[in-house]
């Protein structure tokens, strides 16, 4: 069966540090891969999306930055944080049109 | 550009009573997939109920069952015998092609 993880759970990170959250994708080949952002009590923002190593198309022009170095494997990266950074970071995988399956999510914030 | 509103902010019901969240969608694709996700206080998404544009016969699980009506555009989604587990915030999705598309969700409370 297909798990996805995704780390870290949390994160406290002060302005101006840098940011690597990983997600992982086990039990499935090519997958789609999506980084979304949820500010509390609002809806999912995407963020970037990738249909294939080094495929990556990014949504909201922002200092994020996504990387796939590897089939099952999405990175989301910045160089220097923002307190706008902060929010509830999900992860997803999908198979070509179909549902898609989100990690357990990463709350990060910015102080 | 492909849009998803969900115009009920927040919606109550009474345990094992009947709730029906609204959304209505627009697209120019005649080929697309609807779908409807749980999200519990956990933050977990957890995928409810899906819809291919194609079938004219309305998807159904359980207790979730969706009323979709492709010419008006409008996916809703009914949850009969309403529980205290259903409590959640509840989003519409639509895709076409690689991009999902999120409405802005429907908090859910169950009251006992």
């Known amino acids: 069966s297909q798990t996805i993880h995704q780390w870290p759970a949390t994160l406290v990170q002060p302005v101006g540090s840098p940011l690597s959250l990983e997600c992982t994708v086990e039990g499935t080949s090519n997958p789609n891969l999506y980084w979304y952002r949820q500010a509390a009590g609002r809806g999912l923002q995407l963020l970037f999306y990738?249909?294939?190593?080094?495929?990556i198309s990014s949504e909201v022009p922002q200092n994020l930055s996504a990387s796939r170095p590897q089939d099952r494997q999405f990175i989301l990266s910045s160089k220097k944080l923002l307190l706008s950074d902060s929010g509830f970071y999900l992860c997803?995988?999908?198979?070509?049109?179909?549902?898609?399956?989100f990690g357990p999510g990463t709350r990060l914030t910015v102080t | 550009a492909q849009t998803v509103t969900q115009s009920q902010p927040e919606m109550s019901v009474q345990e094992a009573e009947t709730v029906t969240l609204s959304c209505t969608y627009d697209t120019s694709e005649s080929d697309y997939y609807l779908f409807w996700y749980k999200q519990p206080p956990s933050r977990q998404m957890i995928l409810v109920i899906r819809?291919?544009?194609?079938?004219?016969q309305n998807a159904t699980e359980n207790r979730f069952s969706v009323n979709f009506q492709k010419a008006a555009k409008s996916f809703s989604l009914k949850i009969s015998d309403s529980q205290l587990g259903d409590a959640a915030m509840y989003f519409c999705a639509y895709t076409g092609t690689y991009k999902y598309i999120f409405g802005t969700g429907t908090r859910l409370k169950v009251l006992a």
């Open positions: 819809q291919e544009a194609y079938k004219q």
């Open positions: 990738s249909v294939g190593i080094g495929q």
């Open positions: 997803a995988w999908s198979v070509r049109d179909y549902e898609q399956y």
